[in-house]
């Protein structure tokens, strides 16, 4: 039975950050990915708030070189989905599809994905005028129409952020009042750049390479009422926040958790010794691609203390 050091769970920044800081104290590291590295960030077609980005950035092409310089320290990877876990013991052990993984300490990074609005269009378009994202690409939308979907606080707030670039926001919300706290929907009633769509629901997005109109149906009275772009913007900006989806499952009744996100301290300790978690699983503030790298060093940096003690 091969036992290493460290087995990180999950391929986005966060764990390709681990994985280099772990391959760089010469730990002998897994790192163990489902599908392609990234996370929700190769979805993302320009980056300018990472430090040091190149002009032009893609989350494709950042991530690129993040996992080439992860291989370069030649921490072993694995494809594999991992469907339960024992961290009783001393030694960790990680039951994947494929196989059962064993190792002294852990470092979960398996991130958060956005709830999606749930409509023809909307996955061809992610990137592409659809983002989930404020703060990530908010400027990119400078006196051009946004319209957010949503109306819990996240999706307010969100759109109050939203109005320092758009011309205008529009809510879209699936019912005649939100769920917003009230404190923060007298903001947006005081907005004059805020407008709403009540009882509404986006139906479908088109556009050809960016998106250019959508479909928006009246729950209440079946009306559906076609938005187009402005002719002079040819595209307009449409941001989802309907809630995210920790990717958590197989840690619930392990590890503390909060509406499905781990609770770590600072140095990213769960409430199991030797397990960590890093990223967007984690119970935060800021999600951003930055935040997550910063974790998953002081993860790897945590789990190396570990071992040695």
Request: net charge negative.
């Amino acid at each position: 039975m091969k036992v290493y050091d460290v087995v990180i769970v999950g391929g986005g920044p966060a764990g390709l950050s681990a994985g280099l800081y772990a391959g760089r104290a010469r730990l002998n590291a897994l790192l163990i990915e489902k599908e392609k590295d990234g996370g929700q960030i190769v979805i993302t077609s320009e980056i300018e708030n990472y430090p040091g980005c190149l002009p032009e950035e893609s989350g494709s092409s950042l991530v690129q070189r993040m996992t080439q310089q992860v291989e370069k320290f030649g921490i072993e990877r694995a494809a594999d989905c991992i469907e339960s876990v024992d961290f009783s013991g001393d030694i960790k052990v990680l039951k994947g599809k494929k196989e059962e993984y064993h190792a002294k300490s852990v470092i979960i990074a398996t991130g958060a994905f956005p709830k999606p609005i749930g409509c023809p269009g909307e996955r061809e378009l992610i990137g592409k005028g659809v983002s989930y994202c404020a703060t990530c690409d908010g400027n990119f939308f400078e006196d051009f129409d946004i319209y957010v979907v949503g109306g819990g606080d996240t999706a307010v707030e969100e759109a109050l952020y939203l109005t320092k670039f758009g011309r205008k926001v529009t809510i879209i919300h699936r019912r005649d009042e939100l769920r917003a706290a009230k404190s923060i929907q007298e903001k947006a009633f005081k907005n004059p750049k805020i407008d709403f769509m009540w009882d509404s629901v986006v139906k479908e997005i088109s556009g050809d390479g960016l998106v250019q109109s959508m479909s928006v149906e009246n729950v209440k009275t079946g009306e559906v009422r076609e938005i187009e772009a402005d002719e002079d913007d040819g595209t307009f900006g449409i941001f989802g926040f309907i809630g995210y989806l920790p990717q958590s499952k197989c840690f619930e009744g392990i590890l503390d958790m909060e509406y499905g996100y781990i609770k770590t301290n600072e140095n990213m300790e769960t409430n199991v010794p030797g397990v960590f978690a890093a990223g967007d699983i984690r119970v935060k503030d800021l999600r951003q691609v930055v935040t997550a790298c910063a974790d998953g060093a002081i993860a790897a940096v945590m789990a190396e203390k570990y071992i040695e003690e």
